[in-house]
């Protein structure tokens, strides 16, 4: 050590006659997070628009186009409402998950082989053809559950009981369900060589509100099927679990500090297996809609990505099982908006600016910005 | 300065009418402070009277709304504490900035320009382990700290500011994670760097240890002065602590003659291993009765934890046997412990006895969630919920806007209350007690102290793991000294004395010979 030590005043090398300094916040306002989540999703359609119009298009006119096709008429609205529909289910497992910080990358894969499961049921067929919906669809959702959530515990028992990083599995496990699809649509369940099954029967099909055309001709063509009340009943019991059952206490506690959690003598390795097990099982589900009530047979692309798109879902629906259901439907419309806008990468990059923006915009939660002008 | 002696030493610092504005808080309301060359100023306060906002100001993490620093006579900004620790000054907080898997040697070496690109690992350790050795602050350099006790991890972060040469040391209540022989030595630290032209900040509410370090006294309440830069010399430890609270504190605590009842606690032989998977308990055999508070003194380090950990299921024994009213809970589950009453005030308040970002209700019904009326076989009745938060806020004083306020918007105090409120109302039959002063205030204190004695004439067992060997005397009915994982030492209250407790604690001839453990026959 020096005797003195000169007082050494800051010289960097900006020229700006201002500088940005964060201060931690002590205190987040309720209405903050909501203000920033807005605030991220309008920065990220200027940028969007930004590189729309030096792409040569018009920004405006685009968003018109992407708001008239996927709410315009009741058609379109109930369109975006199919492609909300599995993101709701995948979107839900995402969250709750995320809520006990355990990052399920898989809900893709979970997805997969709940579509596998629901079509076991029938393919196999584990009900002779001719059975009623009202035994057939239960039984297609419980395989479907089932599918998802022992894919689900894979990673969660390996989480649990040896530590293994669950980001590493989940994601690899997608490609293992895809490639288990595969193997079904291409071999044992191949309709004529086609890499797809044969059609569902009719009793294995989700109703759609267009069924009910006779009595409301309104509904005639509206594609919107039961799928939909699954992801709608599903977040409202979800939302009780996280926040009303002892199950969902012990995850918020775990999530929010695992060492608080054991103090409290909860049993994080149970939790941990349980929590993935929900979580794949809703994502299983939404892989059960997506076949009955759209697909009506198994095939290998039957999913866009819904399950890494429910990543983005749950994360900007900060978690809550209602937002989730906002966001679905925001990111249902992006989907369908895909359709009708060339090239058809155009909705790709809005989603990712705004996820973008959107982890950006955390640190206005953290943190209170200050300008401060510099002294000369 | 008016006073005569301001032009005995340079002003090292100087700051005048610091504001600093938090939402709905003036931490600092027009401060002034001065610091010489060459001395020790105490900063005394309560929690709360915003000592640590007017440091964090110094140090560069906060800029002041209004006010002025000088350094040396010169304007000084700092833009964040690398400007500050460039000037020479360092600060070394409560909470520690340490990196958990890094070692020593590398939290040392973070964020400096050396070595740039290859770590010679062995050249640094020897290099830390030299400078550690100069400054008496004993540390492994090679360890990770993880591993390390508080006590131990301060000394890591004194290092960090040593190693970058830093001139004005400040230091936010350092000795609140110390053992007194462990604080003897950073006193001695202090004293042979003022000797050499340093200057330090010394940050406390604890009256004795002021008197006893500083040379001068600065004393906070509510964010202002009440007394600047006051010769210690002059002072009193009442006079100060008039000052520092705006009454007059109880130094004594009532307490209720000593009548044990039957044994709630009783180890035989436990052993178990630390984190670094090293003997860390080495056959304790101890007793608790109801009604009975056993103090257990010792050095940071010595086994403490790992003795609470034991004993509430937070860490596997490796041999013997724990049992609370018989029942065996040694190598069972938290669960188990928690089944058997048996509650638990932590060390570390913010990372296990609470959740920081959950509400204040959710916190409070952590050991009674799983019970009527909170909740049923699956749900929890958030109206029961908020009624018993309520009740346990009113009853205990905490201070927080609702039961939905975040614990880590509470402040130390506050949060111990939360944790000493559902601890209680789990109505233990043995409580166990980490540190449970440890940086609280005056106040704070008193209530700890009042609730654990209340607990002891309810008949609860009370085990009170402390390193301020006043307290623990104040407090306890027979006091355990540990040393190296063995109980070294077992005394009535009434007979200990402080300096056979100091030298037990200290490994004074007890290093190598394990004493023989008499299972106690009070009463």
């Known amino acids: 050590m020096t005797t003195t030590s000169p007082v050494r005043l800051p010289a960097r090398g900006s020229r700006l006659p201002w500088s940005l300094r964060l201060e931690r916040r002590l205190a987040v306002p309720r209405w903050l997070p909501v203000a920033t989540t807005a605030g991220a999703i309008i920065v990220a359609l200027a940028i969007s628009g930004l590189i729309l119009w030096i792409a040569g298009g018009d920004p405006v006119a685009i968003f018109v186009h992407i708001i008239g096709s996927s709410f315009g008429s009741l058609g379109v609205l109930s369109d975006t409402l199919v492609k909300a529909t599995p993101l709701i289910l995948t979107g839900l497992a995402c969250a709750l998950a995320f809520r006990m910080r355990l990052w399920n990358i898989g809900a893709e894969g979970q997805f997969l082989m709940g579509a596998w499961g629901a079509s076991a049921v029938v393919l196999i067929p584990i009900v002779p053809a001719g059975t009623p919906s009202i035994v057939t669809i239960p039984l297609m959702m419980v395989a479907a559950m089932a599918a998802g959530a022992v894919y689900g515990a894979i990673p969660g028992f390996l989480k649990a009981v040896r530590g293994v990083n669950e980001i590493i599995v989940t994601l690899m496990l997608n490609y293992v369900a895809l490639f288990w699809l595969s193997y079904w649509v291409f071999g044992p369940w191949s309709e004529g060589g086609f890499q797809l099954s044969r059609p569902f029967p009719p009793e294995a099909w989700l109703p759609r509100l267009s069924d009910a055309a006779g009595a409301v001709p309104d509904f005639a063509g509206l594609t919107v099927h039961l799928g939909l009340a699954f992801g709608l009943v599903a977040a409202v019991i979800i939302r009780f679990f996280i926040f009303r059952s002892r199950r969902g206490y012990e995850i918020r506690l775990i999530g929010d500090s695992p060492k608080a959690a054991r103090y409290a003598g909860i049993d994080v390795t149970r939790n941990t297996i349980v929590v993935f097990a929900i979580s794949g099982a809703l994502a299983g589900l939404a892989g059960m809609s997506e076949v009955a009530g759209v697909v009506h047979r198994l095939q290998q692309a039957i999913s866009p990505g819904y399950g890494f798109t429910a990543i983005i879902v749950a994360y900007i629906a900060k978690l809550h099982p209602y937002g989730v259901i906002v966001a679905s439907i925001a990111f249902g419309a992006l989907i369908l908006a895909g359709r009708e806008i060339q090239p058809s990468g155009i909705p790709a990059m809005i989603q990712g600016i705004i996820l973008f923006s959107l982890i950006a915009s955390e640190v206005f939660l953290r943190y209170q910005i200050r300008l401060e002008r510099r002294e000369a | 300065m008016s006073d005569p002696q301001a032009d005995q030493g340079a002003l090292a610092v100087e700051m005048r009418g610091i504001v600093k504005r938090f939402p709905g808080v003036v931490a600092n309301n027009g401060v002034d402070f001065d610091l010489r060359a060459g001395e020790v100023h105490a900063l005394l306060g309560e929690n709360g009277a915003g000592k640590s906002t007017l440091m964090n100001v110094l140090a560069g993490l906060y800029r002041p709304d209004a006010g002025e620093v000088r350094l040396l006579g010169k304007p000084a900004e700092f833009r964040s504490p690398r400007d500050a620790i460039a000037a020479g000054l360092g600060m070394v907080h409560q909470h520690f900035a340490l990196v958990p898997t890094q070692t020593v040697t590398e939290n040392i070496l973070l964020g400096l320009h050396q070595p740039r690109f290859r770590l010679d690992a062995g050249r640094y350790d020897d290099e830390i382990a030299d400078l550690a050795g100069r400054h008496g602050l004993a540390v492994d350099p090679r360890a990770r700290i993880w591993q390390l006790s508080v006590g131990e991890q301060q000394r890591v972060e004194i290092l960090k500011m040593l190693y970058r040469g830093a001139r004005i040391l400040i230091l936010d209540e350092p000795t609140a994670v110390l053992a007194p022989q462990e604080a003897a030595d950073l006193f001695r630290t202090l004293r042979s760097m003022v000797a050499d032209g340093a200057s330090v900040v010394f940050i406390s509410h604890k009256l004795g240890e002021v008197t006893q370090i500083a040379d001068r006294v600065t004393v906070m309440r509510r964010g202002m002065v009440t007394a600047a830069g006051v010769p210690i010399a002059g002072t009193t430890t009442s006079g100060l602590a008039r000052l520092m609270v705006g009454r007059e504190i109880l130094e004594t605590i009532d307490r209720t003659s000593f009548a044990p009842g039957p044994v709630v606690l009783a180890m035989r032989d436990v052993e178990a291993d630390g984190d670094r998977g090293l003997p860390a308990l080495r056959g304790i055999s101890l007793d608790v009765r109801t009604g009975e508070i056993l103090g257990v003194a010792g050095v940071a380090g010595n086994g403490q934890s790992e003795l609470a ?132 205030d005056v106040g704070a204190i008193g209530t700890v102290h009042r609730l654990l004695l209340d607990q002891r004439a309810a008949g609860a067992a009370t085990i009170l793991l402390s390193e301020d060997i006043d307290e623990v005397l104040a407090l306890a009915d027979r006091v355990a000294v540990m040393y190296e994982g063995r109980v070294v030492g077992l005394f009535d209250a009434a007979d200990a004395d402080v300096a056979e407790i100091g030298l037990l604690m200290t490994g004074g001839g007890a290093s190598t010979a394990v004493v023989p453990v008499v299972v106690p026959g009070v009463a």
């Open chain 2, 309 to 440: 950990q034991v004993l509430t299921g937070l860490r596997r024994c490796s041999r013997g046997s724990v049992t609370v009213s018989g029942v065996e809970i040694g190598n069972r589950t938290p669960r188990d412990a928690i089944i058997q009453h048996v509650a638990h005030v932590p060390e570390d308040r913010t990372g296990v006895g609470t959740a920081p970002n959950l509400s204040v209700a959710d916190n409070l019904i952590m050991k009674i969630y799983r019970e009527a009326p909170v909740s049923t076989r699956w749900s929890i009745d958030m109206g029961a919920v908020r009624r018993f938060a309520n009740r346990l806020r009113e009853k205990y004083s905490i201070a927080a806007p609702s039961v939905d306020t975040q614990a880590r918007l509470l402040s130390g105090g506050n949060l111990q209350r939360l944790i000493l409120a559902r601890e209680i109302a789990s109505e233990p039959k043995l409580m166990v007690a980490v540190q449970p002063t440890r940086g609280l």
